[in-house]
């Protein structure tokens, strides 16, 4: 466990400068925070609005069925789109839309708080040592309170979503098959 | 061409003479020389430029991969790409510089500010505003008017902006160490329609599923 922590530490994920396209389901289900993507990214999906803008997941009917979590079964926090924005955009409830934007950990409990970024989780943890209990407290601790986010930087309404979002998928896996 | 029809039937054919203008001095030069072919206007990913390297021996000549394991060289002189405007460089006199990302990766692309085609039109804006005042003229004065109005789209990026989604023709360019990419056409794409981007995504997929099942059965034989 230590070894895996310290290796961690060095493994300071590197910032993402392009906007990586993430399904919403990679961002909401990612359990280890320092997991996270660290950076830009595109996801797309269908737009929520209620207290807080959020974005639902969309069914991908290309990938395999039991890979598929039906369509709105999960939503991730926005940051940054306010109603004036979004009418700008041309955005609203329901709509499917492409958002563009950096990723970052939201504390849920005290939204006016810093946002956090897995690199600084990265950092937080190494400025702990070789405490693998107080890390494994932290790690704990930022669970309970954070929750992953997107920083809307851009927002575009979008037809053909499916369609779309395979072969963006198809294409992401083309650049980075090994 | 049939010398009976009008210029409004020009007009609305324009379209044809665009596709079938050939693009000579292309062709010529790829069975000239034995070796890797070089490909001319192939879809990539931006992904792909940037870890395309120049060729030492004709410097013109770029070389990618499809994947990071360093097989299957794809040898090409220009490009298609497909991305979307997330900002602006630093536009200089003849250039505008926009920051262009297709969710693959990220980089500079510089438009000709297309100064000598802008002089030549707004020439030719002049002198049909000038004959149509004549009603002899006045058809085909408006006509070319039109017509001028429609070629500016493909002539000033000007148009340009942050949220745009982009077609580009060009080629890369390794500049003080960064890749960047030289445009000499563009397309604007906006809206909420998807289509052309996914039949660019389209293009790209089965144009690369083919160059990788060609060259599997070369080195296979």
Redesign the interface.
């Known amino acids: 466990m230590s070894e895996e922590q310290s290796g961690g530490a060095q493994n300071i994920p590197e910032y993402c400068?392009?906007?990586?396209?993430l399904l919403v389901e990679e961002l909401v289900l990612e359990s280890d925070y320092r997991k996270l993507h660290y950076g830009q990214c595109?996801v797309i999906g269908r737009l929520r609005v209620a207290e807080h803008f959020r974005l639902e997941n969309v069914c991908v009917r290309s990938l395999p069925q039991d890979c598929c979590l039906p369509e709105g079964a999960l939503s991730l926090l926005l940051l940054g789109l306010t109603y004036d924005k979004a009418t700008k955009?041309?955005v609203s409830n329901g709509c499917y839309c492409i958002l563009?934007g950096e990723v970052v950990l939201c504390n849920v409990l005290r939204p006016k708080s810093p946002t956090l970024t897995a690199r600084g989780i990265h950092e937080q943890l190494a400025s702990l040592g070789q405490d693998s209990l107080a890390q494994q407290k932290l790690l704990s601790d930022l669970k309970l309170t954070h929750k992953p986010a997107i920083a809307v930087?851009?927002a575009?309404?979008?037809?053909?979503t499916d369609?779309?979002l395979s072969?963006?998928l198809?294409?992401?896996s083309?650049?980075?098959?090994? | 061409m049939d010398p009976n029809i009008s210029f409004f039937d020009v007009e609305d054919r324009v379209d044809n003479f665009i596709i079938r203008k050939k693009q000579h001095d292309i062709q010529t030069t790829d069975s000239a020389k034995s070796g890797p072919k070089i490909h001319e206007d192939i879809p990539l990913?931006?992904?792909?430029i940037l870890r395309a390297t120049q060729d030492p021996e004709t410097p013109d000549v770029f070389i990618t991969y499809?994947?990071?394991?360093n097989s299957d060289p794809i040898h090409f002189r220009t490009c298609i790409v497909y991305a979307?405007v997330?900002g602006y460089g630093t536009h200089n006199t003849a250039f505008n510089k926009y920051h262009i990302?297709?969710?693959?990766?990220?980089l500079e692309a510089s438009i000709s500010k297309g100064q000598a085609k802008k002089q030549i039109v707004a020439c030719l804006h002049a002198e049909a505003t000038s004959l149509a005042s004549s009603e002899r003229y006045k058809p085909i004065a408006q006509s070319l008017i039109r017509l001028l109005g429609a070629a500016t789209e493909y002539i000033d990026p000007g148009a340009i902006t942050?949220?745009h989604s982009l077609f580009l023709r060009g080629r890369p360019t390794l500049f003080r160490g960064k890749m960047g990419l030289d445009a000499y056409s563009f397309l604007i794409d906006s809206g909420?329609?998807?289509?052309q981007?996914?039949a660019f995504?389209?293009h790209?997929?089965s144009w690369?599923h083919d160059y990788k099942s060609t060259t599997q059965v070369a080195t296979n034989k």
């Not at chain 1, 400068?17 to 396209?21: E, L, R």
Request: proline letters at 0%; charged letters at 30%.
């Open positions: 400068h392009y906007f990586k396209t595109s955009q041309r563009r930087w851009f575009q309404k979008i037809d053909a369609e779309l072969h963006r198809e294409i992401r083309l650049v980075h098959e090994r | 990913t931006i992904a792909h499809n994947a990071n394991t979307f997330s990302d297709d969710s693959t990766g990220f942050r949220g909420s329609s998807r289509k981007e996914i995504a389209d790209l997929l690369h």
